[in-house]
């Protein structure tokens, strides 16, 4: 049995921050996806307006991964509202690939659940 030492797309995170629309946030998934050696293809996007943070489906070699725009990552924000400028630890937006199971949880390399 041969390891693939590709990141798992699961574990692809694409800092995009909180002001990215949501096409240009699959745009830059599917960029570190390829870049990281996999072969992408768009199945859907979701239109404007979906505050689900859903951003659409995409097939990864033969699996479907539903990518997501929510608050994912940490970041340092610069808060001054005292008056006394500080930093503090916040999440911010990330688009992330979510794994697209059959509706009876059927997941194609384990089986039936």
């Known amino acids: 049995m041969v390891l693939d030492s590709r990141t798992d797309p699961a574990q692809i995170i694409a800092k995009v921050g909180n002001f990215e629309n949501r096409e240009r946030a699959i745009e830059v998934w599917m960029y570190l ?3 990281a050696g996999w072969q992408v293809l768009l199945v859907s996007s979701t239109p404007e307006g979906s505050d689900d943070g ?3 489906t995409v097939e990864v070699e033969g699996l479907c991964y539903r ?3 929510t608050p994912r990552v940490r970041t340092e924000l610069a808060d001054d509202t ?3 400028l500080t930093w503090r630890t916040v999440f911010t937006h990330a ?3 979510e ?6 949880n059927y997941v194609p390399y384990l089986g039936r659940g």
């Open 95 to 97: 688009a992330w690939a």
């Open 33 to 35: 996806a390829t870049k």
């Open 82 to 84: 005292g008056g006394k």
């Open 99 to 104: 794994p697209v199971l059959e509706p009876d």
């Open 54 to 56: 859903d951003c659409g």
């Open 67 to 69: 990518i997501r725009l």
